[in-house]
Every structure is written in C-alpha cells, then in structure tokens.
C-alpha cells in the first residue's frame, strides 16, 4: 500500500482529463504523474531511502503536490511546513524531523541561507526556481528522472507523513501519519463528505501544507480538477475571481477566519459565484453568529470538519445538510456542534478518572480508529501521554447531546477556574459574538490572587463601531451565568493568529499576565 499510488490510479482512468490549474497553466493527470515519479527517481537517485523525510517549504503551487506525491512514491515521509513561519520556526522542523532533503521555492532563499549551517543532517536542498551554486534544481531533478519510476512498496503502517502541530503552547511536535491513515481519510471522504467526480473544480484557498494537501489525496483520486489559489494572501476577491473564471463547484478546505473574511467582503456582490456547491472548513471553532451569516448568504453547502493532526481530518463532521436556519431550537443549536462521529471512528468523551461521562456532560474527546496517528516523532514521553489507557486522547473537551451530536468546548489548557469553576471560553465567546458590532472575540484567564482566574474578553470591534463595555456586559448578563461574565473587557485593532488563522490564546494570556500580575478581583 502506497498513498502515492492514488495519483498512478487517476492518470490510467483519466490520462488527459485537466488535473491542476494555476496561472494560467494546466496539467493532465498523465503529465502530474509523470512529474511526480521523475522526482521519485531523482530523490531515489540522490539517496532518498524508505523512511527518509522529505521538508516541504513552498507556497501554493503544482511543484508543491508533486513534491509530495514523489516522497509518496519513492518511500519518503513528506514534513510539509506552513509558509508564513520564520526561519527559526522552519528551521526547528527541518532539524528536528531529521530531514535529509528540503524542496524550497524562491521566496524562502533568504531564510534557508540564514539557517542552513544549523541543518547538518539535509543532504540536499532542492531549488523550484533554481538558487544558489550549492542548491539542485527542481527541473533539472526532472529532466533526469525516470516518468514510468514504479511506486515504492510500503506497508499499511508505515509512516508517510509528519504533521508538526502548531505549537500554540510550546514546541511543535511531530505526528506520525501513516499510508494507512491517509488511505482511510482519502476513502471516507469520498464516501461520506463529497462524491467527487472528474467535472468538479475544486479550489485550494487555503494552505496545501495544511488541510487542503490532505484533501488533494482523495480530489486526486475522484479524478477532479484542483484550482490552485496563486495569491501570495488570502485576497476575498481574488478568490471569488477564481470562482468564477473556473465555475469552481467545491472550495476544499478554509479556516473559519477565511470565511469570514469573504462573507465581510464587499467585492463578493461583484461576482458570480452560482457554480459553488460546496465550502469545507474546520481547524477551529466557528462562532454560531458567523455561521449563520455564511447560511444566509450561500445556503447549505457548508461542511465542517472536525479532525486534527494526529487523527487527519476525520473524526466528526456537521454536514450540509445540517447547515440550516430553523424555528427549531433544537435544530438550530447544532450549528454550534461539530456534527456526528464518522464511521469506522470511535469517540468516547471521558471525565478525569477516564470513566466516560453522560451525555450532556462535559469530558475529554478521546479516540480511536484507523485514521489515528502512530505516536509523535522522538518523543516517548508525549506519545505515552496522548495514548494513556491505550486510547487516544484529543486534549478539546466536549460534550455530546441526546441525538449525538458533539459539541467542543475548548482545549483542556485554555479552560478557565475562577474560584474552582470551570468556565469555557467558548461559550463567552459566542455571546459576545451576537453584538451586532463585533467582528471578533477572543476569551481568556488571567491571573487573579484571589479568584486564581479571571476572565478577560478582547474584542475586535467592527470599524468605526461604538462599542462599550456596558453594552457587552448587559449582553452577558442577558444570555450567561453571572460567574462565567468577563470581569475585563480591552478593545483591540487585531487578534493575533497563527499560520493557520487560530487565534493565538497562549500568545495573549502571556501579554496580558503582566498587567494583571498583581489583580486581586472583589
């Protein structure tokens, strides 16, 4: 079993069908292939054993998803790097995954030249756009592989993949995917989230290095034509340009932030975006008040995907069907829900003891199933933490309701106690987010001598708003427990994010633990 044979299956079933579009350009499956296994043969050529990982540091583009169908193909393990990190960032993933060759394209030249002396163990740095003298380049690898290179033989659970966590509370760490993972999420997908077919267009908005080059296995597979955003940004309208020159039906994967940003856009009146039928997304929670915004304006062909890197893309899934404004309370709720468990998934929601909890209360989402990770990458310690008790544990807490829908809370280390009460950030969240004014919310603890915490609300009021406090107050006041109301408010420009639009709560409690070090609440 080789993930990588899935790009081999769509070139023999569709050999000229249009596979990748960008900048004008187009590919068929049987031109992708052969790229891709003549870079199979030159990492091949130049050492690349079973095993060995393969560093991914480019932006959206085809060389990019051939980079990784060949470290497929050839044995490798593909450790994609998300472009908006810096050097110092990347170089810590390069080294610490022990990679023996890294696939750059010219925008991150600089950054690899400041780092490289600290990178001993790469053997090869490999130019899309050529490079420096000491640098291979890209085309020339291809000009000396083999296009017919056969695919390595790999078994079901090795491991092809490493997916560096985004480190929102320490160091990144590297889960290890295996090709019987990916498999199962490429053949789930297609029978439970969307039956792809080869007259799809299928848009990369966001980040391939992220949920979107998981994606590309099973859209590979259905045979459909994958759009590659070529915006150095998320730009609104050029994506809605792309949506119309291409009759793009199916955006792939976003982050809620990014269909944010597209439903806040004023160019979206501008386009026709009727070939749309569906919108993926998942990587955070998306406030209830922002969904519906995004019902009201495309209907239900949203999609949210509820899976993390350890368990890629698969666990729960809210689907479009119940994606829908209703007089029903009850069917309304489920918008904040992350929808139902997948098949072949198993979740129990366990309390601290590891006794699973009742419905409607409140536990730690743990898994299993064979989507999920083989353990993370030269640490023994966090992998025996993750699988304790031989089940894996997620770290988001949640709850089930009656009709099993699983509702995520927050991440265990960002719940907040204020005197011996959990409070979940979320939940403010959402309330503060029904002000008509907000754009965005952030909730969370802050030191409190007396109380041990105390919740801090920042708020990201929409442009030119008056939004006060007491507005926001009596809207808490209105809708939650009077122990879960912020105590603190601090109106803000922005909110800062990680590279892939997460709000970062570790990066704000650390800013803001300074001006509330000595805070003793009444």
């Given at each position: 079993?080789?993930?990588?044979?899935?790009?081999?299956?769509?070139?023999?079933?569709?050999?000229?069908?249009?596979?990748?579009?960008?900048?004008?350009?187009?590919?068929?499956f049987r031109a992708f292939n052969q790229r891709a296994n003549r870079l199979a043969s030159a990492l091949r050529s130049m050492g690349l054993a079973k095993g060995d990982r393969v560093a991914?540091?480019?932006?959206?583009?085809?060389?990019?998803?051939?980079?990784?169908?060949?470290?497929?193909?050839?044995?490798?393990?593909?450790?994609?790097?998300?472009?908006?990190?810096?050097?110092?960032?990347?170089?810590?993933?390069?080294?610490?995954?022990?990679?023996?060759?890294?696939?750059?394209?010219?925008?991150?030249?600089?950054?690899?030249?400041?780092?490289?002396?600290?990178?001993?163990?790469?053997?090869?740095?490999?130019?899309?756009?050529?490079?420096?003298?000491?640098?291979?380049?890209?085309?020339?690898?291809?000009?000396?592989?083999?296009?017919?290179?056969?695919?390595?033989?790999?078994?079901?659970?090795?491991?092809?993949?490493?997916?560096?966590?985004?480190?929102?509370?320490?160091?990144?760490?590297?889960?290890?995917?295996?090709?019987?993972?990916?498999?199962?999420?490429?053949?789930?997908?297609?029978?439970?989230?969307?039956?792809?077919?080869?007259?799809?267009?299928?848009?990369?908005?966001?980040?391939?290095?992220?949920?979107?080059?998981?994606?590309?296995?099973?859209?590979?597979?259905?045979?459909?034509?994958?759009?590659?955003?070529?915006?150095?940004?998320?730009?609104?309208?050029?994506?809605?340009?792309?949506?119309?020159?291409?009759?793009?039906?199916?955006?792939?994967?976003?982050?809620?932030?990014?269909?944010?940003?597209?439903?806040?856009?004023?160019?979206?009146?501008?386009?026709?975006?009727?070939?749309?039928?569906?919108?993926?997304y998942g990587g955070a929670n998306m406030l209830v008040e922002d969904l519906k915004r995004a019902i009201r304006q495309w209907g239900p062909m949203l999609c949210q995907i509820y899976g993390?890197?350890?368990?890629?893309?698969?666990?729960?899934?809210?689907?479009?069907?119940?994606?829908?404004?209703?007089?029903?309370?009850?069917?309304?709720?489920?918008?904040?829900?992350?929808?139902?468990?997948?098949?072949?998934?198993?979740?129990?929601?366990?309390?601290?003891?590891?006794?699973?909890?009742?419905?409607?209360?409140?536990?730690?989402?743990?898994?299993?199933?064979?989507?999920?990770?083989?353990?993370?990458?030269?640490?023994?310690?966090?992998?025996?933490?993750?699988?304790?008790?031989?089940?894996?544990?997620?770290?988001?807490?949640?709850?089930?309701?009656?009709?099993?829908?699983?509702?995520?809370?927050?991440?265990?280390?960002?719940?907040?106690?204020?005197?011996?009460?959990?409070?979940?950030?979320?939940?403010?969240?959402?309330?503060?987010?029904?002000?008509?004014?907000?754009?965005?919310?952030?909730?969370?603890?802050?030191?409190?001598?007396?109380?041990?915490?105390?919740?801090?609300?920042?708020?990201?009021?929409?442009?030119?708003?008056?939004?006060?406090?007491?507005?926001?107050?009596?809207?808490?006041?209105?809708?939650?427990?009077?122990?879960?109301?912020?105590?603190?408010?601090?109106?803000?420009?922005?909110?800062?994010?990680?590279?892939?639009?997460?709000?970062?709560?570790?990066?704000?409690?650390?800013?803001?633990?300074?001006?509330?070090?000595?805070?003793?609440?009444?």
């Amino acid at each position: 079993m080789n993930i990588g044979s899935i790009l081999s299956t769509a070139a023999a079933r569709h050999p000229e069908h249009i596979a990748v579009i960008y900048k004008g350009q187009q590919r068929s499956f049987r031109a992708f292939n052969q790229r891709a296994n003549r870079l199979a043969s030159a990492l091949r050529s130049m050492g690349l054993a079973k095993g060995d990982r393969v560093a991914v540091l480019q932006r959206n583009c085809p060389e990019l998803m051939e980079t990784m169908f060949a470290s497929f193909k050839a044995g490798g393990v593909v450790v994609p790097i998300n472009a908006r990190l810096h050097p110092r960032e990347y170089q810590f993933i390069i080294a610490h995954s022990g990679a023996k060759f890294v696939v750059f394209t010219k925008e991150f030249a600089d950054g690899m030249a400041a780092v490289r002396a600290e990178l001993p163990e790469v053997s090869c740095f490999i130019g899309v756009d050529g490079g420096a003298s000491d640098t291979l380049c890209y085309d020339d690898l291809l000009a000396a592989g083999a296009p017919d290179d056969a695919d390595a033989e790999t078994a079901e659970g090795d491991v092809c993949w490493f997916f560096y966590t985004s480190g929102t509370t320490g160091r990144p760490k590297g889960a290890m995917v295996t090709h019987g993972n990916l498999r199962f999420m490429t053949d789930h997908y297609l029978s439970e989230v969307y039956p792809l077919l080869p007259q799809d267009m299928v848009l990369h908005a966001g980040p391939l290095t992220h949920g979107s080059g998981l994606w590309m296995l099973p859209i590979t597979l259905g045979g459909a034509t994958q759009v590659i955003n070529d915006s150095p940004s998320f730009d609104p309208e050029h994506i809605f340009g792309l949506i119309e020159r291409h009759k793009v039906s199916k955006i792939a994967f976003v982050a809620p932030t990014m269909i944010t940003m597209l439903l806040r856009s004023p160019a979206i009146a501008r386009f026709d975006l009727s070939s749309l039928k569906f919108i993926g997304y998942g990587g955070a929670n998306m406030l209830v008040e922002d969904l519906k915004r995004a019902i009201r304006q495309w209907g239900p062909m949203l999609c949210q995907i509820y899976g993390q890197g350890e368990s890629p893309m698969t666990i729960s899934m809210l689907e479009r069907q119940d994606h829908v404004l209703s007089e029903d309370p009850r069917i309304e709720q489920r918008l904040a829900s992350a929808g139902k468990v997948r098949a072949g998934i198993s979740v129990t929601v366990l309390d601290e003891n590891a006794r699973p909890v009742s419905v409607g209360e409140i536990g730690e989402v743990c898994i299993t199933g064979p989507v999920v990770m083989k353990g993370y990458w030269r640490d023994d310690v966090a992998t025996a933490e993750a699988f304790k008790g031989g089940i894996y544990h997620t770290g988001d807490l949640a709850r089930f309701d009656e009709d099993g829908y699983l509702y995520l809370l927050d991440r265990k280390k960002e719940m907040i106690i204020s005197g011996g009460a959990n409070i979940y950030p979320r939940e403010v969240e959402e309330i503060l987010a029904l002000h008509p004014d907000v754009v965005e919310v952030a909730v969370i603890g802050i030191p409190d001598r007396l109380w041990g915490e105390s919740v801090l609300a920042l708020v990201r009021p929409r442009e030119n708003a008056a939004v006060t406090e007491g507005s926001l107050i009596a809207l808490c006041q209105e809708n939650l427990a009077g122990y879960k109301k912020p105590r603190y408010f601090r109106f803000v420009d922005d909110l800062p994010k990680n590279a892939y639009g997460k709000i970062l709560k570790r990066e704000l409690k650390q800013h803001y633990a300074a001006e509330f070090a000595d805070v003793v609440t009444p």
